[in-house]
């Protein structure tokens, strides 16, 4: 049967089944809950695209925590140094805590290196990045996330958080293009 889909002016097909993505954001909650027994945690989600990720991954949580959604914005600064990066939305101090960074896909790596700088600022004991997808061949960053849901060749992808032209955040399964 073709299960293939149509976004826009694309057509994608069925690449990782909502079965297997359940199994393994249970698998990175377990592994969570060992690593961090006892320990206090704030999770941070990057919008838009971790929701989905971030509200599963919680529910399979044990652990004593925090969990707070940013946004990174880029905008055009007034001065030559071009495109600048701020952090929206974190009210919660992070100051000497331990905190895991939920984003749905560490692509280039730019916005977790980026990410990083920024809550670095914020004096936290520890840092880390869980990311439900990782595009290792089109990775050029310093961060390496340490918690990885599916390592994934270099396509587009969509479903799960992720989107095209911002369509397709809602499906329960993650689709590849078709080319
Ligand atoms: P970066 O290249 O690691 O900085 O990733 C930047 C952003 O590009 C990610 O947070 C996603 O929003 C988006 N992105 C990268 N690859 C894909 C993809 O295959 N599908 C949908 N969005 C993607």
Redesign the pocket.
């Known amino acids: 049967m073709n299960r293939d889909i149509s976004l826009l002016d694309k057509t994608f097909t069925p690449y990782l089944s909502s079965e297997s993505i359940r199994n393994r954001i249970h698998a990175l909650a377990t592994q969570l809950n060992a690593d961090y027994k006892g320990e206090s945690v704030v999770f941070i989600g990057?919008l838009n695209?971790a929701f989905m990720f971030a509200s599963d991954l919680m529910k399979g949580l044990d652990l004593n925590l925090e969990i707070s959604f940013v946004k990174v914005s880029s905008y055009s600064g007034t001065q030559s140094s071009g495109i600048v990066k701020e952090l929206i939305g974190l009210n919660n101090s992070i100051n000497d805590k331990h905190v895991i960074v939920l984003?749905?896909?560490?692509?280039?790596?730019?916005?977790?290196d980026k990410l990083f700088e920024l809550l670095h600022e914020k004096t936290p004991r520890s840092i880390e990045m869980c990311t439900l997808l990782f595009?290792p061949n089109?990775f050029e960053?310093k961060m390496v996330p340490k918690y990885v849901g599916f390592k994934i060749p270099n396509?587009?992808?969509?479903g799960f958080g992720?989107?095209?032209d911002e369509v397709g955040r809602n499906l329960n399964e993650i689709y590849q293009l078709k080319e």
């Not at 984003?103 to 977790?112: H, L, M, S, W």
């Open positions: 990057v695209g984003e749905d896909i560490v692509d280039t790596g730019r916005t977790a595009k089109a960053g396509k587009f992808v969509v992720l989107d095209y």
